[in-house]
């Protein structure tokens, strides 16, 4: 505990620094007309005038030369109008709410530094050794996004409701907006649903078509990773899924089982864990219509 402040003014410290050499690269005049054509499409995400420092923060970890970049040429390209507001800040990305000519969507940006990198890079940086391994991290991101949208693809393509995925560019995805127009749909942790039967039901069988139908484990399934829209779950998230051959993708499988059975326990029901991991895995899963959207 002790040394704590000491941390928190390092690290302040730390932002700082990297704000002030991270930003020089937006005086050079080419990324400075780059900058000025996007700017007013993402202001709604930037503030105006002097940024909070909050809004300071969010920029430098959001906003990097290459997310610029990666934006830029979606807007160019009329993937994305316009950035409007956050709707969610995570540590591993950020979501906002956009607006596209096909509607609203919602746009998942992926740090391309996380914390336990940006810790490392200053031992990292400066030594010639070790020049290409931001790059390597970043190309890592990259992956990483295009991971989800294939597993996005697939999920759809065995009738699970998740988003459906409209572009990717680096470490940015644009995927349809579960919700509406200017709100997006809660997480089922934060309602309370009439019929949690009902909504059991359908989590369970959607676990099991993942893993029967499509050979999908999510992975993180749980009430943080489920919206609730329009009377009916939609899934999210599903960056982390594995494949069936994946070691652990059974120790993973029953772990998602055990989060819905624990929501549906502590909304009224009682229900048995390896049962219902029985199910998944034994009975047979249903097929599924396929969702729009595939290639
Ligand atoms: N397509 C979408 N439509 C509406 N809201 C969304 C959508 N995608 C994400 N969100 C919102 O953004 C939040 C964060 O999204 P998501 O769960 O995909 O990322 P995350 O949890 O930050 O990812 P990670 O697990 O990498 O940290 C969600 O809880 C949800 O509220
Ligand atoms: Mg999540």
Redo the contacts with the bound molecule.
Sequence with gaps: MAGEPDEEWDNHLDALQRAATQHQWMDEPRYKRLFRDIEDRISGVLGTGEYEWADRRVFDSVFDQSTLLALHKLIQGGEIETLDFPI?R?KEAHVFHATTANGPAAVKIFHTTNAVFKSLSKYIDGDPRFSGLKRRHRELVNIWVRKELRNLRRCRKHGIPVPMPRANLRNVLVMDLVGNENSPAPRLKDVSVDDVEDVFEKLITYIAVLWQNATLVHS?FSE??VLWHEGTPWI??VGQAVVEQHPSSKEFLVRDVTRTVEWANRNGMTVDTAESVLRVIEDPAPNLEPLPGLD
Excluded: M, P, T
């Design positions: 969610a995570g993180d943080f990773n999210i998230d």
